[in-house]
């Protein structure tokens, strides 16, 4: 089976620190491509940073960065310097035919 | 702005009252996806044209049909909703199919059932 576990419902930072959200997959392919999306609340999903399985190199997008675990079947999404539009829901999600994400986690960037 | 437009962004409908959700898109893309999310859970994929080819997941209900007249349009046909049914649905588009294509997004269309 293709699951994807995010084991932090909610999740809270305060503005301009850093915090990690923490996504594990299950897949007996080797093959696919990992992402985090991002649904701000009342507004539509967007992707904030994918990471092909085959590249060792961890992905980096201005503040946003993975950490990419390949035979932990991990892949965490680290948020710097946070602001408060980072607050929303964030998915994450693997596809090796179709897309399966993770039930998301509620981040909340206090100031 | 090339996107993905859901209407309406909120229904109401009755029980066994069949709806219809649209979504547009002005990107041009070749596949279109359909996907449930229900409270505090993962989307879960629908099915998805590939032009004109429909695909369905296996465990959609015959409950769910699709109609993709044109490249720009996709409507999600519930014929008999249930309490079950009501959920946030979001439409999807990607250039092409396969693992390297990102998806865009719709603002999903919350639906209601009375």
């Known amino acids: 089976a293709q699951t994807v576990t995010q084991s932090q419902p909610e999740m809270s930072v305060q503005e301009a620190e850093t915090v990690t959200l923490s996504c594990t997959y299950d897949?007996?392919?080797?093959?696919?491509?990992l992402f985090w999306y991002k649904q701000p609340p009342s507004r539509q999903m967007i992707l904030v940073i994918r990471?092909?399985?085959?590249?060792?190199q961890n992905a980096t997008e201005n503040r946003f960065s993975v950490n990419f675990q390949k035979a932990a079947k991990s892949f965490s999404l680290k948020i710097s310097d946070s602001q408060l539009g980072d607050t929303a829901m964030y998915f994450c999600?693997?596809?090796?035919?179709?897309?399966?994400f993770g039930a998301g986690t509620r981040l909340t960037v206090k100031p | 702005d090339a996107m993905v437009i859901q209407n309406p962004r909120y229904q109401v409908t009755q029980f066994g009252k069949p709806v219809t959700l649209s979504c547009s898109q002005t990107?041009?893309?070749?596949?279109m996806y359909w996907y449930q999310q229900k409270s505090s859970q993962a989307p879960k994929l629908l099915f998805h044209?590939?032009?004109?080819?429909?695909?369905n997941e296996a465990d959609t209900p015959d409950n769910f049909q699709s109609r993709r007249p044109n490249t720009s349009f996709c409507f999600l046909d519930i014929r008999s909703p249930g309490l079950g049914d009501a959920a946030m649905y979001l439409c999807?588009?990607?250039?092409?199919?396969?693992?390297?294509?990102?998806?865009?997004f719709g603002p999903g269309t919350r639906l209601t059932v009375t």
């Open positions: 999807a588009t990607s250039r092409d199919f396969g693992r390297m294509y990102e998806q865009y």
């Open positions: 990471q092909e399985a085959y590249k060792q």
């Open positions: 897949t007996s392919e080797s093959n696919y491509y």
């Open positions: 990107l041009n893309h070749n596949v």
């Open positions: 999600a693997f596809i090796v035919n179709d897309m399966r």
């Open positions: 044209y590939y032009d004109k080819d429909f695909n």
